[in-house]
């Protein structure tokens, strides 16, 4: 089954106008405008710089990273009485829409980063030993063609040919 393609822009557009929508009642803290804000800023870094793996890899962490804060500020804030207003449910709404929605923002993203020539194994520059010598030669048998190794100045037939210098 193919994947579909889904653009940055959108993702990012998506986002940005659940973000807004989920701010106009003020139901949840600064810290969370602060912190999807700041992950739609490397979103928008990721869109101008197309091939940058960078950009696209720090806005999949951002979103990764954003659902865990979304779900520990609706844990500590939100309150659900029968005497709230429209426009708290409906900023409640948007929000949990946005919350449910970044899961598959980063499945996407996710694919994007390996289009754009991101590794499946995430590297954090942390060095590590390998153990692969496949890519070694064995300095111990050495492959020789005849009974004595001619030297690069002389002949095949026991003549000696010119010298390069």
């Not at 899961?103 to 692969?132: D, L």
């Amino acid at each position: 089954m193919e994947i579909p393609a889904i653009s940055l822009k959108a993702i990012v557009l998506v986002h940005w106008i659940l973000t807004v929508w989920a701010c106009l009642f003020p139901l949840l803290p600064t810290s969370y405008v602060l912190g999807n804000v700041s992950v739609l800023a490397v979103g928008v870094w990721a869109i101008a710089q197309r091939d940058s793996i960078d950009a696209v890899l720090l806005f999949l962490i951002g979103l990764a990273v954003t659902i865990l804060t979304d779900i520990v500020h609706f844990g500590l804030y939100y309150v659900a009485t029968a005497n709230l207003p429209d426009l708290f449910r409906f900023s409640a709404g948007m929000a949990i829409l946005s919350l449910v929605l970044k899961p598959f923002s980063c499945f996407f993203i996710y694919q994007m980063y390996r289009e754009r020539g991101g590794e499946y194994n995430i590297n954090f520059g942390i060095p590590t030993i390998a153990r692969n010598r496949d890519a070694y030669q064995s300095i111990d048998h050495q492959d020789q063609s005849g009974s004595s190794a001619s030297t690069p100045g002389q002949a095949e037939e026991g003549k000696n040919g010119p010298r390069s210098y």
